[in-house]
């Protein structure tokens, strides 16, 4: 057993001290200098402190010059090199690497997802036609169970490289002092919750949130943009959530431009009335800005009067004709300043009244090194800044709308931007397969920097090359398994799902009602996220750390812990290779089984994503639906891939107030247990708050197998009958699959085999 420090060990380096201390029973901080609490330059919302009575999963011990931090069995993990703490006029801290390691994490961006010998600057930017957004996030990850979290916003440059005497990370900043986090668990996904007790606990998002989102640019009338929405529910197409940019020049948006919060008076001269059609229409909508104010904006007098606008802003580019811009001498505000980030909100209050439901947060990466900000130079505050803005739409979205749960479209953001209801897009790239492989190790390693929520801009924003809407298919398949699911596009009148014709059509519809069906388990997964930090997305290494083929594989994921999507990134590709971790994996299209570890191959005609469910899932499936609520959840199909015993638990909640906060939601335990002469399924009663489950709930079994039940017995002995999928009576064979009608919820079915 590893013993506990129980007190802090005080060291001094030169002129610096370093003080190390345990923070619960699977934590360390390292304190370099003496930085205080509320530092302009720390991430975290408090510092936290204090011992544990738990058996310690992480503890640090100081020798001969070095702090080594270990494993709950006493196996080295990381050598801090003590004199490295010496404050200089840069910082430089260096970390020996202990036996064969391989690291993730460190926010978005950077084009290798096995982070093991890049070199990463810490200073968020947006690089348009390249990578996108880059959200520099200091916390690596390592597959042999810790985190390393750096808590500074400055400028900061990180090493992982193999130098002659080993592997060794250093971290450079010019900032001192600061604190540094080692965080253990007993296994890899335990450190993911402390990086959320750590970093902050994302918000449950709103459960419309996770459907279908179609973004929009510029339009020629009001009659296309109502027709936007009509369109939808025309074909039958599933979608929550429309999203409108600002007006660039003459090119036509909601607003009257960047900077602005007023409607555009051509396009949204009846706005309340087009909101309501909307809204009638069960569209939720989003609305779209920069964190700057427009010289002619109502609000720039009062900003300018009492200093709330930054020296630093956009050029003021004069209009050409035929050239889109939106930069006119725009300035930044200082969201450094808590009266600003109030007065800010309250500037929308008429989009509130108006019944705008989340908010489009564009731009947003800082303002320039030298800048001046109320908290502090743009040196420490850049990487802060979006976080800045974030925190008065979730403050603001408390005070007024207690009730709703914010959420927040961000392209920009930091270390903790999930504790408010910001997910991350990931900015304008190009509109590529090349491009959209990258986007999958992106997601990844922002996954794995505690940020459990995510898309991308399906189909790529700049178009560099004609597409027939191969590109376009291919993307969405796999957006349908990322966070954000939302088309997106420079051109966007190409990037909806009926833009390439009937067939591609029915494709993207195919991918989008799937979406739909796994509403039941996302959204469970969502919990997840909440309570345990991980993400939605995860790499395999974070479930198979032990494997070495995954522990570079950024190609491919898991979708929760049952699902794993492995996405076409080739243009032409009618067979697609699949690497297989550990155990038995079922196709999710021709239920052909494989066993794993290894590769395999499988076809890919356009339509098909390559999709496997792991042996033993249980995955809650409910109805089609056109948008969030349309149907009450009062049937819910359990798909079953029976393999000794396993379990899954559903997470319900009335997926839009912050009542889940003070235990407004329901769990259901759902187990199965297959053995030799058959298989027991069984439904708890939910525990919780149980008004959140529509009356009348039942299941459905869903069961692959290819044997023939003896027997079908409930558990108050009744025996269910054979029957057909058309009179819907107790059991029958659906190709590969048993189903049965095992009706109410707190239920137990018994199959026995022929």
């Given amino acids: 057993m590893a013993e506990r420090l129980d007190q802090e060990i005080a060291l001094s380096v030169g002129t610096a001290s370093v003080r190390v201390s345990t923070v619960g029973s699977a934590m360390v901080r390292v304190a370099i200098g003496d930085r205080g609490d509320a530092a302009p330059s720390s991430y975290l919302p408090e510092r936290p402190s204090g011992h544990s009575a738990d058996e310690a999963q992480l503890t640090a011990d100081a020798a001969d010059g070095t702090l080594t931090f270990r494993s709950a069995d006493g196996r080295a993990l990381l050598r801090f090199a003590i004199d490295s703490a010496a404050m200089q006029d840069d910082l430089g801290l260096r970390f020996e690497v202990v036996g064969e390691q391989h690291f993730y994490g460190l926010g978005e961006g950077g084009q290798q997802f096995d982070r093991l010998g890049i070199a990463r600057r810490f200073w968020n930017f947006q690089a348009n036609r390249g990578q996108g957004a880059d959200i520099a996030i200091p916390l690596l990850v390592s597959q042999a169970g810790y985190a390393l979290f750096f808590d500074n916003s400055a400028a900061a440059h990180l090493e992982t490289a193999d130098v002659y005497d080993g592997t060794w990370l250093v971290y450079k900043t010019a900032a001192a002092p600061l604190d540094f986090y080692v965080i253990g668990g007993r296994d890899l996904r335990a450190v993911f919750a402390g990086i959320a007790d750590l970093l902050g606990h994302a918000t449950m998002p709103l459960r419309w949130a996770l459907g279908y989102m179609q973004s929009s640019r510029h339009f020629n009338s009001p009659d296309e943009v109502q027709a936007l929405g009509r369109t939808f529910r025309d074909k039958g197409i599933p ?135 109320h908290a502090g130079l743009g040196t420490v505050l850049h990487n802060r800044f979006d976080l800045f803005r974030q925190q008065a739409f979730f403050e603001g979205e408390q005070a007024d709308r207690q009730w709703c749960r914010p959420f927040l479209l961000c392209r920009s953001g930091g270390p903790g931007m999930q504790r408010f209801g910001a997910m991350p897009w990931s900015g304008d790239i190009n509109a590529t397969f090349e491009s959209m492989e990258t986007q999958i190790r992106t997601g990844l390693n922002l996954a794995m920097s505690g940020v459990p929520h995510w898309g991308t801009g399906t189909g790529g924003f700049y178009t560099v090359a004609p597409d027939d809407g191969e590109l376009f298919v291919r993307w969405l398949q796999f957006s349908a398994f990322c966070s954000i699911f939302r088309a997106h596009g420079h051109v966007w009148r190409r990037h909806l799902p009926w833009s390439h014709g009937p067939d591609k059509e029915a494709i993207c519809r195919r991918y989008i009602e799937l979406r739909y069906r796994l509403m039941p388990y996302t959204y469970t997964l969502a919990w997840q996220a909440h309570r345990n930090g991980l993400p939605t997305m995860r790499p395999l290494v974070l479930n198979y ?210």
Avoid at 585 to 612: K, M, Q, R
Wanted: charged share 20%; hydrophobic share 40%; aromatic share 12%.
């Fill in 545 to 754: 750390p032990d494997d070495p083929r995954v522990w570079d594989l950024g190609t491919q994921f898991l979708w929760g812990d049952d699902l794993l999507v492995a996405p076409v990134t080739r243009a032409g590709a009618t067979h697609w290779p699949v690497y297989l971790p550990q155990g038995t994996w079922h196709d999710y299209w021709t239920h052909e089984t494989y066993h794993g570890p290894g590769g395999i191959t499988v076809a890919t005609p356009l339509d098909t994503l390559p999709l496997f469910v792991r042996d033993g899932a249980i995955i809650p499936l409910g109805p089609v639906m056109q948008y969030d609520g349309e149907k009450a959840l009062t049937e819910i199909t359990l798909l079953i891939y029976p393999a000794g015993e396993s379990a899954f638990t559903l997470y319900e909640d009335d997926g839009s107030t912050q009542r889940y906060r003070g235990g407004a939601y329901a769990q259901t335990e759902i187990k199965c247990v297959a053995d030799a002469a058959g298989l027991t399924c069984c439904t708890a009663a939910a525990t919780g708050d149980a008004t959140v489950i529509p009356p009348g709930r039942s299941y459905v079994l869903r069961i692959r197998t290819d044997r023939t039940p003896r027997s079908v017995m409930l558990d108050d002995g009744r025996t269910l009958l054979p029957g057909t999928a058309h009179d819907r009576r107790g059991w029958w064979r659906d190709d590969r699959f048993l189903v049965i009608l095992a009706g109410a919820a707190s239920a137990s079915v018994r199959i026995d085999w022929q």
């Fill in 239 to 373: 979608c929550d959530v429309l999203i409108f940019l600002s007006t660039y020049g003459d090119a036509k948006g909601m607003n009257r431009g960047v900077g602005f919060l007023e409607f555009e008076p051509d396009l949204f001269a009846n706005a309340g009335a087009i909101l309501d059609e909307f809204h009638r229409s069960h569209f939720r909508v989003l609305s779209h800005e920069y964190p700057v104010l427009h010289p002619q904006s109502p609000a720039f007098g009062e900003a300018a009067a009492e200093k709330y606008l930054l020296d630093y802003g956009y050029p003021d580019i004069a209009p050409q004709q035929g050239v889109v811009n939106y930069k006119a001498g725009q300035r930044f505000l200082d969201f450094s300043r808590p009266e600003v980030r109030r007065w800010w909100w309250q500037q929308h209050a008429a989009l509130v009244a108006h019944g705008i439901d989340g908010w489009w947060l564009d731009g947003g990466e800082g303002p320039p090194a030298a800048t001046s900000m």
